[in-house]
DNA sequence: ACCTGAACACCGTTCAAGT
DNA sequence: ACCTGAACACCGTTCAAGT
């Protein structure tokens, strides 16, 4: 039996590297990772991270995904499918309202591991309700795909204001640009609307929009096959 | 009266600008574009591009504002509002399939020119359609986000695997991989439907899965309508 | 006013050399 | 095997100097 030596007694791990990477990710953000930023924080030198990385783009994967797994774990389990596909889609949006990082990088790649947790999640969720075969992937493709794209979204809007009132501040700047650039009787509507709306609001209406597609799309399967027989 | 006089019958400007840098971006993909490779392109000086653009963030919106604004405009008119929606989703999806980049860039930035045509042209297909105030607002949010989640997600694909071939070769590869590392059933059917769907009919099944909600959600609403009178 | 191109202040990644 | 840090090959952006 050998003991097991190492020179620090916070050896370098993936572990360690990711977890850095998403405390630099949360006080810098997005432009402020960069792998010399991980490597003062380790205290270590360069090439180090490339021993248990392959490269940039794995690290913001393996942090997305670190984040991602806590909230697929909190949303999991309980009867109400429906439920969980809400608390689910809630979770994930909290999750970028507080680190917009997270919603950049879950937009950018369809296979990261991030992503498929999240489609596993609804597909569980949607074979619970009775959806299965081409149905299933068509609708969690629909799902999972809204909820990147409000999350890609939301982020952007997030990254650029933090706080209420900067957020506040940004949208009356917005709407009062559509208001001018555009007469158009829809687009002064939309202007101010978009000047007191409540993102998350719109998010769930959102969700809910397409359960209610997926239900009516099934009812609407069923009378055909019905029809057809 | 002054004659103008000019160096060059080329003279730089915007637009001149914005059609290399659509050039670059086509053949050369979203790495390609530098500020060198444009003023390679267009054998001037680097501060040159500094004098009609603020930064290379404006010309990527430029870039795909150019696009998406000859795909809203081909998408435009009629009097079947829901064929319009299907028009442009279809449109959008097959000018990201061509070019990727486009699709990158519109999942990046939200109030960008060419992301607020398309939530134009949805909002005056919904409003045709009869949907208004926050009900429109709700809609065309979950139908633009659902678009631009599916743009990003696809744009990443086609840029990974830009032909036919490519792309089984990719899915495959993916499918394996899944059914490999989870032994689950659901996972297992999943894998074996990656492998043969098609992203086209996907995300067309996904825009009537959002205006079958969308609909449904307006026969409750006015179903509660009628409730509380 | 418009353009030039050198200079600046960064990047991610590699790799010989160390322990 | 794991780590170091200098070196490499790039970036976007700025700015004094030209016409």
Same mark, same amino acid.
């Given at each position: 039996?050998?003991?097991?030596?190492?020179?620090?007694?916070?050896?370098?791990?993936?572990?360690?590297?990711?977890?850095?990477?998403?405390?630099?990710?949360?006080?810098?953000?997005?432009?402020?990772?960069?792998?010399?930023?991980?490597?003062?924080?380790?205290?270590?030198?360069?090439?180090?991270?490339?021993?248990?990385? /392959?490269?940039?783009?794995?690290?913001?994967? *393996?942090?997305?995904?670190? @984040?991602? =797994?806590?909230?697929?774990?909190? !949303? #999991? +389990?309980?009867?109400?499918?429906?439920?969980?596909?809400?608390?689910?889609?809630?979770?994930?949006?909290?999750?970028?309202?507080?680190?917009?990082?997270?919603?950049?990088?879950?937009?950018?790649?369809?296979?990261?591991?991030?992503?498929?947790?999240?489609?596993?999640?609804?597909?569980?969720?949607?074979?619970?309700?009775?959806?299965?075969? /081409?149905?299933?992937?068509?609708?969690?493709? *629909?799902?999972?795909?809204? @909820?990147? =794209?409000?999350?890609?979204?939301? !982020? #952007? +809007?997030?990254?650029?204001?933090?706080?209420?009132?900067?957020?506040?501040?940004?949208?009356?700047?917005?709407?009062?640009?559509?208001?001018?650039?555009?007469?158009?009787?829809?687009?002064?509507?939309?202007?101010?609307?978009?000047?007191?709306?409540?993102?998350?609001?719109?998010?769930?209406?959102?969700?809910?929009?397409?359960?209610?597609?997926?239900?009516?799309?099934?009812?609407?399967? *069923?009378?055909?096959?019905?029809?057809?027989?």
């Amino acid at each position: 039996m050998t003991f097991m030596t190492s020179r620090r007694t916070d050896a370098l791990s993936r572990e360690r590297i990711v977890e850095a990477t998403i405390q630099i990710l949360d006080t810098a953000g997005e432009s402020g990772l960069t792998l010399r930023a991980v490597t003062a924080h380790l205290a270590t030198g360069r090439g180090a991270i490339y021993h248990h990385v /392959t490269n940039k783009d794995e690290l913001l994967a *393996a942090a997305a995904d670190g @984040v991602i =797994g806590q909230v697929v774990a909190a !949303a #999991a +389990g309980g009867d109400d499918p429906r439920g969980s596909i809400r608390a689910l889609a809630l979770g994930i949006f909290e999750a970028i309202d507080a680190r917009p990082w997270v919603g950049v990088q879950l937009s950018r790649e369809p296979f990261q591991p991030a992503v498929l947790q999240i489609w596993k999640a609804v597909g569980v969720s949607l074979s619970a309700l009775g959806v299965g075969g /081409t149905a299933l992937a068509d609708a969690g493709s *629909a799902l999972v795909n809204y @909820v990147l =794209g409000a999350a890609g979204q939301h !982020a #952007a +809007g997030a990254r650029r204001a933090p706080d209420g009132a900067a957020r506040k501040e940004f949208l009356d700047g917005v709407a009062a640009e559509w208001a001018r650039q555009d007469s158009d009787p829809l687009v002064q509507e939309s202007a101010a609307l978009l000047r007191e709306h409540d993102d998350r609001a719109q998010f769930l209406a959102g969700v809910d929009i397409f359960l209610a597609g997926i239900f009516s799309s099934e009812a609407i399967a *069923a009378v055909r096959r019905d029809a057809s027989d």
